[in-house]
Nanobody
């Protein structure tokens, strides 16, 4: 069972920065695909950024390109989301998601508990 614990959320002014962390346990981290999602009040959860296992290919939602960076440290079993130039519309609960393929090649997904990010002056 994969367990995920996010940290690093908080209150920041527009234009500021935050770095979110997601520590994983319960599975070989390097074999997990990792992603960050967010959910604002009254809105659906949406993908922010993702990084694959193995080659570590990254992709981003258009609304964060050039501002957010996803990275992973396999030695620390942790994925990060560096968020720069934050805007009020980035306010949301941010969730970490892990994906792993089991012995039958079925993908299984796991979610963290979420961390609140509030961008406000």
């Amino acid at each position: 069972q994969v367990q995920l614990v996010e940290s690093g959320g908080g209150l920041v002014q527009p234009g500021g920065s935050l770095r979110l962390s997601c520590a994983a346990s319960g599975f070989t981290f390097s074999r997990l695909s990792m992603s960050w999602y967010r959910q604002a009040p009254g809105k659906e959860r949406e993908l922010v950024a993702a990084v694959t296992s193995g080659s570590g290919v990254k992709n981003y939602a258009d609304f964060v390109k050039g501002r957010f960076t996803i990275s992973r440290d396999n030695a620390k079993n942790t994925v990060y989301l560096q968020m720069n130039s934050l805007k009020p519309e980035d306010t949301a609960v941010y969730y970490c998601k892990a994906g792993r393929r089991d012995s039958s090649a079925t993908m299984n997904y796991y979610w963290g508990q979420g961390t609140q990010v509030t961008v406000s002056s």
